[in-house]
């Protein structure tokens, strides 16, 4: 095997960053467990954090860039199909593998700290292999999709069979808790046999572009059509098409879409509803956190392509529509959907996600006041990673104060929670709150769109690396 292929590959490539990310969402998720289950003197099951794990696993399998096999140069070399093929999944395995990695040893430097404040037994090997053995199952059922083909980028199909393993791997982590390792050999085992049939059936050559029916020539009906309406209707998708399918970075395509349901779900609880431990429940409100760092860090990876999309002529607030509205639709279907399987109230739902787009939308505001001609690169990158390090200082706060075994994790949060909940209950207050939060959110929202019309595009392109990097499939 050319490990020099392998470690060329766009999946590998960004594995690092993804293994940063990732690692670091499933670590802090499964130490708040630990933290929480040692709050009440009890040890959390190993299928809840092999499940924390996994999620994280799941949104670089669904959003990451693992969709290209081989590029045209590859295609060009005397190396047979399978060979790509089998490359470029060892090479998503390496970068599942490393997250599984990174959570397991955020969960074991976690869990000694733990164990200083006195006698806990964490479980920190099943989840990991538990996790590591669902990756090798996972890559083989992903990768036996299309076999033939190069690049799988676009194809909705392969989109949706992705989410569909993941999910389902994922209800099959929460019923194998009550034996991880057992769980973890059938996977390794049914990881093996899948895998072994998809390599069988790779075709010799993989193709750049899928087979298809050549279209049919239009009819002739057609060139009778008026000259000028078929102008009017190029016009129209040379506007269009290049904003919404060409200039936009990943997030807004399906791929982190996917991702900001997922995280919308979890904020409201959907992952309660797939286990009786109560810190699994209990962890939503990291989330909530962690879905406002989520929609911060799309706001410089949004405005980088606009030195390409400005030109076009399209209104500003138009442009700003189509380029902030797809994270937030998706986080809010995801709460919709997760609100339905808890028992949360909807109204301290809407208030908390209320406060989050507030946040995100001030920062949005605040980072274009930035967008000013003459004002340094630097000063752009500060007002974009300040807000990032507030919003991940406080939920790790709490975590360290949970281990420290002075309070439970987001113990403040709770208590306004059912403070607002309480309140709620009167129909007046109720609405005076909703009234509250939604003309905090018109408000924030009127001060982005007022900076987004002034800002002036950069003669050179704002970078931010860390983001970009994990998610351009290059």
Known sequence: ?????????????????????????????????????????????????????????????????????????????????????????????????????????????????????????????????????????????????????????????????????????????????????????????????????????????????????????RPDARAGMDASADRTAARQRARLAPLLFRWLPPFSRYGWLVFAVLLGFLMAGGAGALSEDPDLAGMRLFYVYLVAYMLVSTNGPLLRPLRFADPLPLPRGRVFARLFAPPLAGIVAGVVAGSAVQTVPFGVLALELALVVTLWLLALAALLTAYRPGVPGAVRQALYWGPLALVLIIPLRSLLLGLSRRTRPFAF??????????????????????????????????????????????????????????????
Not at 15 to 41: E, H
Not at 447 to 465: G, K, T
Request: glycine share 6%; hydrophobic share 65%; with cysteine.
């Open 413 to 474: 949060e709770a208590g306004l929670e059912v403070s607002a909940a309480e309140l709620m209950k009167t129909p007046a207050v109720a609405l005076a709150l909703g009234m509250g939060a939604a003309a905090l959110v018109a408000l924030a929202a009127w001060l982005a769109l007022r900076q987004f019309r002034r800002m002036e595009i950069p003669v050179r392109s704002v970078r931010y690396e860390l983001v970009e990097w994990a998610t351009e499939d290059r």
């Open 1 to 217: 095997m050319n490990l020099r292929l392998v470690r060329s590959d766009p999946a590998f490539r960004a594995s690092p960053a993804w293994a940063l990310l990732a690692g670091l969402n499933a670590g802090v998720a499964s130490g708040l467990l630990v933290t929480a289950a040692l709050g009440r003197a009890a040890s959390p099951s190993a299928a809840t954090i092999a499940l924390a794990i996994w999620l994280s696993v799941g949104v670089y399998l669904v959003a990451g860039p693992v969709t290209t096999r081989a590029t045209e140069h590859e295609l060009a070399l005397p190396i047979s199909g399978r060979r790509l093929w089998l490359q470029h999944a060892l090479a998503v395995l390496v970068g599942c593998l490393l997250i599984v990695a990174v959570s397991a040893a955020l969960l074991g430097l976690l869990s000694a700290v733990a164990a200083l404040r006195g006698p806990a037994r964490l479980p920190v090997a099943a989840p990991a292999a538990l996790a590591a053995a669902a990756s090798l199952l996972a890559v083989a059922l992903i990768e036996a999709a299309a076999r033939g083909e190069a690049a799988l980028a676009g194809r909705w199909r392969h989109r949706a069979w992705r989410v569909a393993v993941v999910l389902a791997i994922a209800v099959a982590v929460v019923f194998a808790g009550r034996a991880p390792w057992a769980a973890a050999l059938a996977l390794l085992v049914a990881a093996a046999l899948c895998g072994a049939l998809a390599l069988r059936g790779v075709p010799p050559a993989l193709e750049l572009v899928p087979r298809a029916t050549v279209p049919a020539p």
